[in-house]
């Protein structure tokens, strides 16, 4: 039963959440309840009321109401100034780019040389990051709410897939799981998860990146601790099953540090680093 299912009360604002405890849909009331009950297809909001006889005066909210938030208006890029802030090409060869500023991701098609419809967002996502494999884009906002939408559908929308605790400070593919980062725990946190939506492992104590680029041949996710002096090249094994491995130090370091970006070149042996410029790594 939809009464069943947990409803939180935030000042004037009441969520609806499934039984994964994901958000699927919420309610604004005129002013900030005191309590909530929920009693059959319905949610009873309390007010303090000095002028009514025991104190309170109720709203019913129908769980109906309780319906996905919509994303922004839909946006025609064409013709339009933006810069984007972050681009991919999907395996249907379409250009994604997404623009935070216009809570949009625009979608090029180079053989068309025009725009396709474009995804409108629910709000500026704070990362994004695709799945070439199974054509899944995921967007986190800074609640920590992590979104997945699927390209392979008509009409592709943001659907409700994983909460984190904190603040999100990165996101990134690992191969058949979804890497991300948080600000909670000590330090940052990690934190692998499958594709159906559910924690395989975390791990605190670790490090913040600008950036965490995964290397599927030897199962390593690559990152910086931009948080610490002197920067150093960081590395974490993920294995097949989604356990993160304790996080290993580069001996390549020193007082200048280290800037983006990280790339993967080929043609080097397994866990043989290469540094260009003094600077910027890249590993096989």
């Known amino acids: 039963?939809?009464?069943?299912?947990?409803?939180?009360?935030?000042?004037?604002?009441?969520?609806?959440?499934?039984?994964?405890f994901l958000p699927t849909g919420s309610v604004i009331l005129p002013e900030s309840a005191i309590k909530i009950f929920v009693t059959g297809d319905s949610v009873i909001a309390f007010f303090p009321d000095t002028a009514a006889s025991n104190g309170y005066r109720t709203q019913s909210i129908p769980i109906s109401d309780f319906k996905p938030a919509d994303p922004?208006?839909?946006?025609?890029?064409?013709?339009?100034?933006?810069?984007?802030?972050?681009?991919?090409?999907?395996?249907?060869?379409?250009?994604?780019?997404?623009?935070?500023?216009?809570?949009?991701?625009?979608?090029?098609?180079?053989?068309?040389?025009?725009?396709?419809?474009?995804?409108?967002?629910?709000?500026?996502?704070?990362y994004i990051t695709y799945a070439r494999e199974t054509e899944l884009l995921y967007v986190v906002?800074?609640?920590?709410?992590?979104?997945?939408?699927?390209?392979?559908?008509?009409?592709?929308?943001?659907?409700?897939?994983?909460?984190?605790?904190?603040?999100?400070?990165?996101?990134s593919m690992a191969g058949e799981f979804l890497f991300a980062v948080d600000d909670a725990g000590a330090w940052y946190t990690h934190y692998v998860i499958s594709a159906e939506g559910s924690l395989k492992h975390s791990r605190d104590w670790n490090y913040y990146s600008k950036e965490y680029v995964w290397n599927p041949t030897n199962r390593r996710m690559y990152f910086f601790r931009d948080d610490t002096s002197p920067n150093d090249l960081i590395y974490e094994t993920i294995s097949s099953s989604g356990v993160l491995q304790?996080?290993?130090?580069?001996?390549?370091?020193?007082?200048?540090?280290?800037?983006h970006p990280i790339r993967i070149s080929g043609g080097w042996s397994i866990g043989t680093p290469r540094v260009r410029h003094g600077l910027r790594c890249a590993e096989a």
């Open 246 to 259: 304790a996080p290993v130090d580069s001996p390549y370091h020193d007082e200048f540090g280290w800037e």
């Open 141 to 171: 906002y800074a609640s920590g709410l992590i979104y997945k939408i699927d390209l392979k559908q008509e009409s592709p929308r943001e659907v409700p897939f994983f909460q984190l605790p904190g603040l999100p400070a990165g996101l």
């Open 72 to 126: 922004n208006d839909p946006i025609d890029p064409t013709g339009l100034t933006y810069w984007p802030d972050w681009t991919t090409v999907s395996t249907q060869g379409q250009v994604l780019l997404l623009s935070k500023y216009y809570q949009t991701l625009f979608r090029w098609n180079p053989t068309t040389l025009a725009y396709d419809t474009s995804i409108p967002l629910l709000g500026s996502p704070s």
């Open 1 to 20: 039963m939809e009464s069943q299912l947990p409803f939180i009360l935030n000042g004037d604002e009441v969520t609806a959440y499934s039984r994964a």
